[in-house]
């Protein structure tokens, strides 16, 4: 079956320690998204990348760390820098349609199960 | 700016009743409008969209239409289950950047 998947789906991390969130997915979508989603919160962007290699800033991308190596997978670091971590973290990724720079153009977006990332 | 606005929740709401949640927004140029569904512990489900001025996107009997003259897309549903209830996000998109509402948990007793 295709489809986005983000392990693990709960994660206890001490204060201090940097923490790796998976995202991975067989849909061939060239675009990856990460989302941060606080109680009572729509979600807020924190990083997505239009093609392998790279990657751009979203609204809330400080304290947090990505690499697109590959097509299929885009992990989101937490690093000790973000000052309140404990969210639960949500993965998209949409497939490109034309248009280019400012104008590209992707379709729907897609997401995976979520992480939920506690600081303790 | 983009922004989305959605009425606030709880929405509470006997098996049957008619529903509607409430999204207007904020755009330049001509956005896609989309609205997304997240039961509890879950991620987001896509549960419907439209793509241009009077579309109307439909499923599972939640119906939307994309409005241009009043920059709505407002939530329907003729007769409401209790699986129905979960956090409905409308949401906007400008090239590929996803703008999302709040958020409006819907609540359904039997």
């Known amino acids: 079956d295709g489809g986005i998947t983000q392990s693990p789906k709960y994660l206890f991390r001490k204060e201090g320690q940097n923490v790796t969130l998976s995202c991975e997915q067989n849909l061939n979508h060239d675009a990856m998204y990460w989302y941060r989603q606080d109680p009572g919160q729509g979600l807020r962007l924190i990083y997505y990348?239009?093609?392998?290699?790279?990657?751009q800033k979203g609204d809330i991308a400080e304290g947090y760390s990505v690499s697109r190596e590959k097509k299929e997978s885009f992990p989101l670091t937490v690093t000790s820098a973000q000052k309140n971590p404990t969210a639960f973290y949500l993965c998209?990724?949409?497939?490109?349609?034309?248009?280019?720079?400012?104008?590209?153009?992707?379709?729907?977006?897609?997401f995976g199960p979520g992480t939920r990332l506690t600081v303790l | 700016g983009n922004s989305v606005t959605q009425m606030e929740g709880p929405v509470t709401l006997s098996e049957e009743a008619f529903l509607t949640i409430n999204c207007t927004y904020t755009a330049t140029g001509y956005p896609s409008l989309f609205w997304y569904v997240q039961y509890p512990g879950e991620g987001l489900q896509l549960l419907l969209k439209?793509?241009?001025?009077?579309d109307k996107g439909s499923n599972k009997g939640f119906e939307a239409t994309y409005r241009k003259e009043t920059t709505s897309f407002h939530l329907e549903k003729g007769s409401v289950q209790v699986s129905d209830s979960a956090v409905y996000f409308c949401?906007?998109?400008?090239?590929?950047?996803?703008?999302f509402g709040t958020g409006t948990r819907l609540q359904v007793f039997p």
């Open positions: 949401a906007l998109r400008n090239t590929d950047k996803l703008i």
């Open positions: 990348s239009q093609i392998v290699n790279d990657f």
């Open positions: 439209a793509t241009k001025a009077d």
């Open positions: 998209a990724s949409s497939i490109y349609v034309g248009g280019g720079g400012p104008l590209r153009l992707t379709d729907t977006q897609y």
